[in-house]
């Protein structure tokens, strides 16, 4: 048994190890290649909380790492796949596509240009909020185009230095802890904000019998999830919006919510947060993972300041400081457990 232990986080430590060093690569080169942070001719801009301790950044970016594998051993999910031929050579070509559209990227960042989005809707606008029709990230297409979604998860990876996927397993963590002792058959998953369908994945990969649906707002988006997910014919894509979700009042065990709400106006958290607690049934579960927030690990406060700029993040800042614990409340959703995992918390709520 020791044996096997240590042969599996041998091979957890050499996976990780050659996945953070490729994204984190490609950070440092996409770096080299972009143009200046602050934009000439504006004032420099200089974060407000002090400068954090490198170490206690490094420690963090470990200690992600330590959970994930303390869940991996404890059961609550299996370990990832990553060193596959042809998990490679899709890395290759999404790294190649990742370059290509980097200067895209680059030269809205620098025009500090993020509504660009808004003409590809513009035959469509009353599909979507207002809020929704911005090039978040800078990322060409915003959610709308077919080249996003197939781009978003390389994106993402390489802003994290290979960390996000252990990120969203924390989140998995939360979710095996709120399953135990269910039959997985009987209960009933809505993963909002789906977007590809990369969390989703890990989620039925887990719980392969779980019945589970996937609400995003991107038909671009849904469609790659479908392609992801066709393995699996008991879950279902739906195109919506998370504030007005098309499922019946108490219709659902257990909702999923990962990197959305940093992403949504104030008013429309609170519209989410009124339809969670609409569509849970009584002792249903939330769990939701997202961005840290202000003073929750000091030493990376000044990477959250620099968030909102640098990434067009526009509802980022009033996220910092917005009390989930009470927003959640007031819906009639109970905090039962909170977690911080390097730069993403994961808080489970219960419906009272």
């Known amino acids: ?27 440092l080169l996409a770096r080299r290649i972009s143009g200046p942070f602050n934009r000439p001719g504006e004032p420099k801009f200089t974060p407000q909380a002090p ?36 998990r490679a050579l899709g890395a ?9 559209d980097l200067p895209y990227v680059d030269a809205r960042r620098l025009q500090r240009d993020g509504t660009e989005v808004r003409a590809l809707a513009a035959n469509d606008r009353g599909r979507y909020p207002t809020y929704y029709l911005q090039n978040f990230h800078y990322q060409s297409g915003g959610w709308l185009t077919e080249d996003s979604a197939k781009l978003y998860d390389t994106q993402v990876e390489i802003l994290f230095g290979g960390a996000a996927d252990a990120m969203r397993r924390i989140a998995l963590g939360s979710l095996a802890r709120a399953l135990k002792g269910k039959d997985q058959r009987r209960v009933k998953l809505v993963d909002l904000a789906c977007g590809n369908g990369r969390f989703l994945r890990q989620v039925v ?55 959305l709400f940093h992403e949504l106006p104030p008013r429309v958290r609170r519209e989410t947060a009124r339809e969670i607690a609409r569509v849970l049934k009584p002792g249903g579960a939330l769990v939701l993972a997202d961005s840290i927030q202000t003073n929750d690990s000091p030493d990376l406060d000044q990477m959250l300041e620099y968030f909102p700029v640098g990434f067009h ?33 994961v808080m489970r709520f219960r419906k009272c």
């Open 51 to 86: 400068s954090g301790d490198p170490s206690g950044i490094r420690a963090a970016f470990l200690d992600l790492f330590a959970k994930d594998r303390a869940n991996i051993e404890a059961g609550l999910y299996p370990a990832p796949n990553d060193l596959r031929v042809e």
């Open 205 to 259: 990969s887990a719980f392969p019998r779980l019945p589970a649906v996937g609400l995003d707002l991107s038909p671009a988006y849904c469609g790659e999830a479908r392609v992801r997910l066709a393995d699996w014919p008991h879950v279902e894509i739906v195109t919506g919006a998370v504030e007005h979700m098309p499922f019946e009042a108490e219709s659902l065990d257990v909702a999923s919510c990962v990197f």
């Open 1 to 27: 048994m020791a044996l096997k232990r240590d042969l599996g986080r041998a091979r957890y430590a050499a996976a990780q190890g050659a996945r953070v060093a490729w994204y984190m690569g490609q950070y």
């Open 313 to 345: 993040e526009p509802y980022f800042s009033s996220y910092l400081n917005e009390d989930f614990v009470a927003l959640f409340e007031d819906v009639g959703l109970a905090l039962e457990e909170t977690e911080s995992a390097f730069l993403t918390k």
């Open 92 to 100: 290759l070509r999404n790294s190649a596509r990742f370059f290509r």
